[in-house]
């Protein structure tokens, strides 16, 4: 089966830029993560949907980040205004809703200048 | 959510058996421990999943004693490619619309495989 699929692999912006990152889960996995992975850390977990609905976004820094997902398919995380402490691993991963593991994409590495 | 720690790394030798114990003293009564993989400019990848006891896989073992406050990711005959970084999580994998079920990482097991 395809992986999840993340892009851009790479993005370098200027601080105060808007930033957005795209993902595709796996064809069929109801569950969709948003994780931002700092240098050195585990991933932390910024949202999690069920289908179209965001069944947790607790971690989820609201006054910048938005997150959305139509048709309950692909995902887009979006930064606006971008802050150099912004800079991290953005990961995407997806799972049968009700069943674990977790399937990662390779992420999204933003570099905030 | 039950908090998990780790150490911080382990260096092993190619051939050589690795064991990582992950400490979970608060695991609730319907929570599975699982482990992940990460290598470097990859997001971490499932290796294994228990409740209790022993579960083996092509990959590894997991070894969970009777009161279910730690476990042991076992990794057999390791090779230079397992040198990665490795999470222990704890949560109940059927409760994924709890809003308290963050499936949070910790900080992960370095584990340096020499040659």
């Known amino acids: 089966e395809a992986g999840v699929v993340q892009s851009p692999r790479y993005k370098i912006i200027e601080k105060k830029q808007p930033v957005a990152f795209w993902c595709n889960p796996i064809s069929g996995h109801n569950t969709l993560y948003w994780y931002r992975q700092n240098l050195g850390q585990g991933p932390e977990l910024l949202i999690r949907?069920?289908?179209?609905?965001?069944?947790?976004d607790s971690q989820l820094p609201k006054d910048r980040f938005s997150a959305e997902r139509l048709k309950g398919v692909d995902s887009t995380l979006k930064i606006q205004p971008a802050e150099l402490g912004d800079s991290a691993v953005y990961l995407c991963?997806?799972?049968?809703?009700?069943?674990?593991?977790?399937?990662f994409g390779n992420g999204t590495r933003l570099t905030v200048t | 959510l039950a908090k998990t720690t780790q150490p911080i790394s382990m260096d092993s030798y190619e051939g050589q058996e690795v064991n990582i114990t992950c400490s979970h003293n608060n695991i609730a009564t319907n929570d599975y421990i699982t482990w992940y993989q990460q290598f470097p400019s990859q997001g971490p990848r499932f290796i294994i999943q228990?409740?209790?006891t022993k579960v083996t896989n092509e990959v590894a073992s997991l070894f969970i004693p009777a009161d279910r406050k730690s476990s042991t990711l076992s990794l057999p005959r390791v090779s230079l490619s397992d040198t990665a970084v490795y999470y222990c999580l704890v949560g109940d994998p059927l409760v994924l619309k709890a809003a308290g079920n963050k499936l949070t990482f910790g900080g992960g097991t370095r584990v340096l495989v020499k040659p």
């Open positions: 228990g409740y209790k």
């Open positions: 991963a997806s799972s049968l809703i009700r069943e674990s593991p977790l399937h």
């Open positions: 949907y069920e289908n179209e609905e965001a069944v947790d």
